[in-house]
């Protein structure tokens, strides 16, 4: 007989088999989001403020009601136009920016469909692999969505066919561009 205090262990699975979500940047939306919250809060401090003035704790006219009273004495006219236009300006903005798909920040592994990592540290170690090999000074890798570039400081003959290879090696199997553009500055001395 188990204790009521007993808790059944956890089990574990494995998630390799299972489709992973990619990683992807912030929303825009959020953004928008915040901006929003702080136009309430500003309204908010508003009816607070007027409701202080109501109560007598500080003195002035209430602002919000003066402003709802001056607007409904209004009658239309072109520069009104303004608003309804505004108004659908911001609603089409917020709807885009709520619907448009976030760029991926992590490129997959392809022997490890759960596993991702970041374009800069595939990069990094392009540029760490070129850099062991002999006549390099310094390597710089860009990771692209189409290519890699790797510019190499060599102090003697660097062959770029063996950089290119060197670079396809250090990728492994990270889910990036197979085109590798190679430049080799030639000549330069430490």
Request: proline share 6%; net charge positive.
């Amino acid at each position: 007989m188990t204790a009521p205090h007993d808790h059944p262990a956890p089990t574990t699975r494995d998630v390799a088999d299972e489709p992973a979500a990619g990683p992807v940047a912030f929303p825009g939306a959020a953004v928008a989001g915040g901006l929003l919250a702080v136009l309430l809060l500003v309204g908010c401090g508003l009816l607070v403020r007027d409701l202080l003035a109501e109560a007598g704790v500080i003195d002035g006219d209430t602002w919000v009601h003066r402003a709802a009273v001056a607007l409904g004495t209004q009658t239309w006219t072109t520069w009104m136009w303004a608003v309804p236009i505004g108004c659908a300006v911001i609603g089409l903005g917020t709807l885009w920016l709520a619907l448009k798909p976030r760029r991926r920040t992590h490129v997959m592994m392809a022997d490890h469909p759960i596993v991702w990592t970041r374009p800069v540290d595939v990069a990094r170690r392009i540029s760490a692999a070129v850099s062991d090999l002999p006549d390099v000074r310094h390597a710089v890798t860009v990771v692209g969505r189409r290519r890699i570039r790797v510019l190499v400081t060599a102090t003697g003959p660097v062959d770029s066919e063996r950089v290119a290879q060197s670079a396809r090696e250090a990728a492994g199997s990270a889910a990036v561009a197979h085109r590798i553009g190679v430049k080799i500055r030639r000549g330069v001395r430490s």
